[in-house]
């Protein structure tokens, strides 16, 4: 049973960069599957921010133009998100997930209990 | 982008009644050379991450019970649970995953009448 964990702070400066890490288990990250980042506002909908393959390979949503690099330690059995130049808009339960094939073009079936993170000064 | 519009933003079901969520694209996720609607449905109750029910528009998640069915092709979809439990309270989320960006509609918020 695949077990996903996400941890990072919870409270990043307007401006700056909001960084999470996924740590996995119960399964190897590098032997297929794609994963990824989804967020929700409070009281809000869903929003895919973008996904990783273990080979490195990755897709983003262009609404967060360059602002997100998303990463991926094997070794470590974990993948990461940054987000820099936070505002307000970007405070969100933050969803660490996994795809249910390793096409990246497929739902999710494994998802993290997710963190909240709040952009404020 | 693909738009997901979801009908109605709520309802109010008795338990035991149908409830019937609705979900539109602006444009066909129906993949002609496969013949699969690239369409997934998600339950996420309070405080708890979303939950897998649907996908390809008509197929069950293991572990999620038959009273729940999606059906629906191209561009209209619709997501029935048959007869509404106290634990189907929850919003209802769908989501095309035919193109990127990945996208979902806005929630439907199921309730008991």
């Known amino acids: 049973q695949v077990q996903l964990q996400e941890s990072g702070p919870g409270l990043v400066k307007p401006s700056e960069t909001l960084s999470l890490t996924c740590v996995v288990s119960?399964?190897?990250?590098?032997?297929?599957?794609?994963w990824g980042w989804i967020r929700q506002p409070p009281g809000k909908g869903l929003e895919w921010i973008g996904s990783?393959?273990?080979?490195?390979?990755?897709y983003h949503n262009p609404s967060l133009k360059s602002r997100v690099t998303i990463s991926i330690d094997t070794s470590k059995n974990q993948f990461s998100l940054k987000l820099s130049s936070v505002t307000a808009a970007d405070t969100a339960v933050y969803y660490c997930?996994?795809?249910?094939?390793?096409?990246?073009?497929?739902?999710?079936?494994?998802w993290g209990q997710g963190t909240l993170v709040t952009v404020s000064s | 982008d693909i738009v997901m519009t979801q009908s109605p933003d709520s309802l109010a079901v008795s338990l035991g009644e149908r409830a019937t969520i609705n979900c539109k694209s602006s444009?066909?996720?129906?993949?002609?050379?496969?013949?699969?609607?690239?369409l997934a449905w998600y339950q996420q109750k309070p405080g708890q991450p979303p939950k897998l029910l649907i996908y390809w528009a008509s197929i069950r998640e293991s572990g999620v019970p038959d009273r729940v069915s999606g059906s629906g092709s191209g561009t209209d979809f619709t997501l029935t649970i048959s007869s509404l439990q106290a634990e189907d309270v929850a919003v209802y989320y769908c989501q095309q995953y035919y193109s990127l960006p990945l996208t979902f509609g806005g929630g439907t918020k199921v309730e008991i009448k």
């Open positions: 119960g399964y190897s990250i590098s032997s297929d599957y794609y």
């Open positions: 990783i393959y273990h080979s490195g390979s990755t």
């Open positions: 997930v996994r795809h249910v094939d390793n096409s990246g073009y497929s739902p999710w079936d494994s």
């Open positions: 444009q066909s996720v129906l993949y002609s050379s496969n013949s699969k609607n690239y």
